[in-house]
């Protein structure tokens, strides 16, 4: 209890060597006696003196003596060089404990690769050895190695040492700061002047400093001549103040009682008083904390070494009930452990309790952990890590309620700043250091099997900052011996927190810190429920013919309690027609298949109530082939809204209808192995009946997807006309006076069109660059504005004529043909009519004769007149036969070689 419960008198008894026996046997007796007393400073002074006598410094018994006292006396440097010199001798296997005394050396002085290697030495040699030095060497083991691991995560944080007066070659320690500013700490600086022992021991006091002022020890009812007061807490409302006073039993042995009394505003103290209620005769109570809880109760919190405990020094606290007085003792059984764990503080602003313990992980010696009280049960506690902690004792924290930015702690590391207690600055006492606390948001983070909801081992959790340019991962833990997680978040983030583990799913979980629900918590909870991994076989089939379908991209959704579909995971397979999938159990899901070419196909996957067996799932997707329906206007060909689509299979059922309204586009999912009969129509429009034969070389081709171009048409077809086509020089059939032709208009448009390079390169032969390069363009536009324009309109006109006569309607053509005036009149005549003749044959043979049902009938009659060069547009147009460049191949004569088609019912009305 010395070193957890005073930290206080090591130094004590050392000057008891001042008279005693000045032989070397004599130092060795006194060395001996005083370890028996557990007095191990004062043995390790006697054996240190001891090995100076000549011819001494390489006895084996008194290097033993020396290394084990140096060691409990955390002389540490004396000790592992005492033992070092010792395991060189031939003495060596006499002592089978000096290896696991060098390793703690090594351990407590931060030298953990040197502490690994020794234990592990120490275990593997001494397998007789004692048992519970054993299990510590086997503790430390793996507290060397984690220490290695966790020392580049090391925080870059200033430890401050606080210097004199605060600090002294004494234990000062229990450092408070008020909120008024005043400063209390305890210290081992003041000599008992009314010891009985001689020289006499030193006792512990509590000092305070106001403002500026230096601190100093408080005079009136709270220090004792005789007692050592030390720990200072007070109540919420600042009217009481707690504390210990403990009473010397056997030199440096002491028992601790925890005492109130009442605080005045001057800062004087009356009515000092045990706490009968919270001490057990016989055994210490002590450091005590008063905080106030979550739900504005207040409690005390205090170490104890009474019976009942887990071991060494444990964790209690007592309500505070409305009179202050202390109910029902609790120890805080979610922390205690064998050995000790002490020095309680409570910050009440995020409810944690921070404590030291030298049972758990630890760098060397006393760690700070903090835990959170959540409910009636702490959390998992979690080490502050370096430098907070080192490889000596750390205990005492304590935060200022001034400043969110400032925390104290008490320890005995070795540093420069450290004021030690002997000249060789071997043997240090607790100093008080002021540093800046980790305020960042503590995550704890679990992972469970949704399906039995029990622990899972084994996960990997990687904590990922959300940035602009994506997620940056934070840190990433794999627990493979617990479900439990500990992460770090800074204020005002987002982070995503992802479990993974073989044979499961995996979780995401967002935190975003400035939900206003989190913004003030210092632990943040998440349990995540990972669900075992169900494999899932998809593999995909041509509707069509059952063959596979390879290539087809299979996006797997999770569908939400509201049915909407939520993307998991997407695959395509290109040189296969299988994928494989993870899923949940317990979800509901949806897969659908898609390829270039065909329609989708769409296969449900409810596994909420499917309990994995072992056994994956298969799902076959057929993908019906896609047919493409786009509805333009005939005469511009844009895209046309608002048609609707009738499509049946011939000699079947329909197969679907659909209109749209938003769009020209049309997909059906069908097996094109069959011939379809579409209706395709919209108001103002005419409507029509296509029938579409499916070529199956085309579907290969097409990779199975076909794409049909419907034009519909004005049900006014005085919007297509008047139209003109024209014609080559004397053509059809030249230097002929017949009136007919068998040529159809086609027939001439194409060898017309294929000479409109030789037509404009000799009418702008000879001129002039200037002139020659505007009558090109003119003449290039004529042939395809004009010449090719007019058969794309003829070609539109005669398309909605058929639907309009399929429709039940008629109508009347007349043809009027024009010539040059190059030949005579009556030639001219007669060429005007063959030209009136060849468009009556493009009718006539339309479409493979579509037509001549309507011709025959009545339905569409065609009359015609031939013009010739009587009723000429333009003047002087040459036509003179030794000038072909004007009379042939001259643009005014071009522009009369034509025939013009009108509405000869409009033209009646008009007469």
């Known amino acids: 209890m010395k070193k957890i419960v005073l930290l206080l008198a090591l130094v004590m008894s050392c000057q008891l060597l001042i008279g005693q026996r000045q032989s070397y046997s004599g130092y060795l007796e006194a060395g001996d006696e005083a370890a028996m007393m557990e007095d191990h400073y004062s043995a390790y002074r006697f054996y240190r003196i001891a090995m100076e006598f000549p011819n001494k410094e390489n006895d084996p018994v008194a290097l033993?003596?020396?290394?084990?006292?140096?060691?409990?006396?955390?002389?540490?440097?004396?000790?592992?060089?005492?033992?070092?010199?010792?395991?060189?001798?031939?003495?060596?296997?006499?002592?089978?404990n000096a290896r696991y005394y060098l390793a703690e050396d090594?351990?407590?002085?931060?030298?953990?690769?040197?502490a690994a290697l020794n234990y592990q030495t120490f275990l593997d040699e001494q397998t007789g050895a004692d048992e519970e030095l054993r299990e510590r060497a086997q503790l430390n083991v793996d507290n060397a190695n984690t220490s290695i691991d966790e020392a580049p995560d090391a925080r870059d944080i200033d430890m401050n040492h606080l210097g004199a007066p605060i600090n002294s070659e004494n234990s000062d320690y229990a450092y408070l700061e008020r909120t008024n500013g005043d400063r209390y700490l305890s210290s081992l600086r003041f000599v008992f002047d009314k010891d009985t022992l001689n020289p006499p021991r030193y006792l512990s006091k509590i000092m305070r400093?106001?403002?500026?002022?230096?601190?100093?020890?408080?005079?009136?009812?709270?220090?004792?001549?005789?007692?050592?007061?030390?720990?200072?807490?007070?109540?919420?409302?600042?009217?009481?103040?707690?504390?210990?006073?403990?009473?010397?039993?056997?030199?440096?042995?002491m028992i601790c009682n925890l005492h109130r009394a009442d605080a005045a505003a001057d800062g004087t103290f009356s009515n000092v008083r045990p706490i009968d209620a919270l001490n057990e005769a016989g055994f210490s109570t002590t450091m005590p904390n008063v905080a106030t809880l979550a739900d504005g109760t207040e409690a005390l919190f205090f170490a104890s070494n009474r019976p009942g405990g887990v071991g060494g020094m444990d964790l209690y606290m007592a309500p505070l009930n409305s009179d202050g007085e202390p109910g029902t003792i609790k120890p805080l059984t979610d922390l205690n452990t064998s050995r000790n764990d002490v020095t309680p503080f409570y910050h009440s602003e995020r409810q944690s309790l921070y404590f030291a313990t030298d049972g758990r992980f630890t760098f060397g010696g006393l760690d700070i952990y903090k835990s959170y009280l959540e409910g009636d049960e702490f959390t998992t506690p979690l080490n502050l890590g370096l430098p907070v902690n080192s490889s000596f004792d750390d205990a005492y924290y304590s935060q200022s309620p001034n400043d969110d930015d400032k925390a104290f702690l008490s320890s005995t590391r070795q540093v420069p700043d450290a004021i030690f207690y002997s000249e060789d600055k071997e043997v240090c006492c607790y100093d008080i250091y002021s540093f800046t606390p980790d305020n960042r948001i503590d995550l704890l983070a679990r992972t469970f099997n949704l399906l039995t909801d029990q622990e899972l081992l084994g996960a990997t959790v990687g904590l990922y900052l959300m940035t602009p340019n994506g997620p940056e991962l934070v840190d990433e833990i794999i627990n493979l011996e617990g479900n439990d997680f500990a992460f770090k978040l800074e204020p005002g983030q987002k982070y995503e927190l992802r479990a993974t583990k073989p044979g499961f799913s995996s979780v995401v979980d967002v935190i975003d810190l400035n939900d206003p629900e989190l913004a003030n918590q210092g632990l943040i909870r998440r349990d995540l429920y990972l669900a075992p991994a169900v494999e899932l076989n998809v593999f995909t089939f041509n509707g069509n013919d059952d063959s596979a379908l390879n290539g087809v991209t299979v996006n797997l959704y999770e569908l939400d309690a509201e049915g909407n579909r939520i993307p998991v995971a997407e695959q395509i397979n290109p040189d296969g027609n299988d994928v494989t999938f993870s899923l949940d159990a317990g979800k509901n899901y949806v897969i659908v298949g898609q390829r270039d070419g065909f329609g989708e196909a769409i296969e449900p996957l409810d596994l909420r109530e499917y309990v994995p067996d072992g056994q994956s799932i298969r799902k076959d997707l057929y993908l019906g082939q896609l047919l493409e329906i786009l509805v333009v206007d005939g005469i511009t060909d844009d895209p046309l809204t608002g048609a609707t689509v009738d499509l049946s299979r011939v000699g079947g059922d329909r197969v679907g209808i659909k209109t749209n309204n938003d769009g020209n586009d049309f997909n059906f999912t069908v097996n094109l192995n069959r011939s379809f009969v579409v209706k395709t129509s919209r108001p103002d429009y005419i409507s029509r009946t296509d029938t579409l034969l499916i070529d199956p070389e085309e579907l290969r081709l097409k990779d199975g997807r076909l794409r049909y171009v419907i034009p519909l048409f004005p049900n006014n077809l005085d919007l297509l006309l008047p139209l003109e086509v024209y014609f080559d020089n004397d053509n059809p059939n030249p230097r002929t006076y017949q009136r007919t032709t068998s040529l159809s208009y086609t027939e001439t448009y194409e060898p017309y069109y294929s000479r409109r390079k030789e037509f404009i390169d000799t009418y702008t032969e000879g001129k002039p660059p200037a002139e020659a390069f505007p009558l090109a363009a003119r003449f290039m536009d004529f042939f395809d504005l004009q010449v090719k324009g007019g058969r794309d309109k003829l070609e539109a006109f005669t398309q909605a004529l058929e639907q309009h006569l399929r429709n039940g309607g008629s109508f009347e053509i007349e043809l009027r043909g024009f010539a040059s005036p190059r030949a005579g009149e009556d030639y001219n005549l007669r060429l005007s009519d063959r030209r009136n003749d060849a468009v009556r044959n493009y009718f006539r043979r339309y479409n493979n004769g579509a037509l001549m049902s309507y011709i025959n009938s009545g339905k569409l009659n065609m009359s015609g007149e031939s013009f010739g060069e009587s009723r000429p547009t333009v003047e002087?147009?040459?036509?003179?036969?030794?000038?072909?460049?004007?009379?042939?191949?001259?643009?005014?004569?071009?522009?009369?070689?034509?025939?013009?088609?009108?509405?000869?019912?409009?033209?009646?009305?008009?007469?």
Not at 106 to 114: A, E, I, K, P, V
């Open 106 to 114: 090594y351990f407590f002085t931060g030298n953990y690769d040197l």
């Open 209 to 253: 400093g106001s403002g500026s002022e230096d601190p100093k020890a408080l005079e009136g009812v709270m220090n004792r001549e005789r007692q050592l007061v030390t720990h200072t807490t007070f109540s919420a409302d600042g009217k009481e103040v707690f504390f210990t006073i403990c009473d010397y039993t056997v030199r440096d042995k």
């Open 876 to 911: 002087n147009i040459s036509d003179r036969l030794d000038e072909p460049r004007e009379s042939v191949f001259g643009l005014l004569a071009s522009q009369q070689r034509r025939v013009q088609i009108v509405n000869a019912a409009n033209q009646k009305r008009k007469k």
């Open 64 to 96: 033993a003596k020396l290394g084990e006292s140096a060691y409990h006396a955390r002389a540490y440097r004396v000790s592992a060089e005492a033992l070092l010199k010792l395991l060189t001798l031939p003495e060596a296997g006499e002592y089978p």
